[in-house]
């Protein structure tokens, strides 16, 4: 069981954020939700997830492509004894023709960001003797597709910085993992089915079928769950020898 392990997962308004954050407070984690906005109703997801899985579940609004914000998310947090980095967004467009706002804000969000958190919580952990980062990569970490060079570039950072933290703290009770997740269903990939579209010239069903899962063996999409019970996973005892490493979550992707 995680209960009285805290875990601040990056992102987590929404898609796999908030599915991790759910399996980690169902495993008896306590729980920091985060994202960029500060409503009423990202506080009340918090707190109807506290309720539903008898945890301290808390909002903490953090725009992650502002490294001080990063920083204060985990300082605001107080305890951090299992960091998910996760926040991310997408931009798909030729390298010649990529807006170079879009490269920042990505590489910013996505990578950047998981290096402030980090640098925050790796002191918490080793006060308490214990911790758990687990960074969501994706199977654009290991393998690319055209089109998208700021998000295949993060995520190819983000493993690279997931084997670095795991060097550093690898005497301690502390590990350092990737998970690559396939194509997961969430407003993120659901954003990306028009432009994909228009891109090669199909329908939105050809494109699910023929584009993003073509390269899914599996021709299925993972589920947020599944991304959560795999974090559940690497913070568990059984994974304790498990370091720098990637898991992937991709029906067969990363085989072909
Ligand atoms: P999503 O859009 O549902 O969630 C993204 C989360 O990041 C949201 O909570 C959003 O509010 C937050 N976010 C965006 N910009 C932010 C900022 N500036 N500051 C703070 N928070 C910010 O998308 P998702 O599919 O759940 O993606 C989550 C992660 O999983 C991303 O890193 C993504 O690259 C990765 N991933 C997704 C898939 C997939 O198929 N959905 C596959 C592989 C990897």
Redesign the pocket.
């Known amino acids: 069981s995680l209960k009285g392990k805290t875990a601040v997962i ?8 908030l599915g991790v954050a759910r399996e980690l407070a169902r495993a008896g984690a306590d729980v920091v939700l ?3 906005t500060d409503r009423e109703e990202d506080h009340q997801l918090a707190a109807d997830l506290g309720k539903e899985f008898g945890v301290t579940a808390r909002y903490i609004k ?4 502002k490294g001080a914000e990063a920083r204060a998310l985990i300082e605001q947090a107080g305890k951090c004894d299992i960091l998910v980095n ?4 997408q931009h798909v467009s030729p390298i010649d023709e990529f807006p170079v706002e879009k490269w920042d804000a990505i590489i910013a ?2 990578l950047t960001s998981a290096f402030h958190t980090t640098a925050v919580a790796l002191p918490m952990m080793r006060k308490a003797g214990w911790g758990r980062v687990v960074n ?1 990569a ?2 654009h970490g290991l393998t690319a597709s055209p089109y998208k060079s700021a998000y295949v570039s993060a995520k190819h950072g983000v493993v690279g910085l997931t084997k670095v933290t795991a060097l550093e703290t690898a005497k301690e009770d502390i590990t350092a993992n990737a998970i690559c ?1 396939g ?2 269903k ?4 659901e954003a990306q089915i028009p432009d994909t579209a228009k891109e090669y010239n199909m329908t939105e069903e050809e494109v699910i079928e023929k584009v993003i899962l073509a390269r899914q063996p599996s021709k299925d999409f993972a589920t947020t769950e599944q991304i959560g019970g795999t974090a559940v996973f690497l913070c568990s005892d059984a994974a304790a020898q498990i370091t720098g490493t990637t898991i992937s979550v991709d029906g067969g992707w990363t085989a072909l």
């Open positions: 990056t992102g987590s308004n929404s898609g796999i954020g985060n994202s960029f953090a725009d992650l492509s996760n926040a991310g967004i969000i996505m969501i994706s199977a997740p194509y997961v969430t407003p993120l990939v």
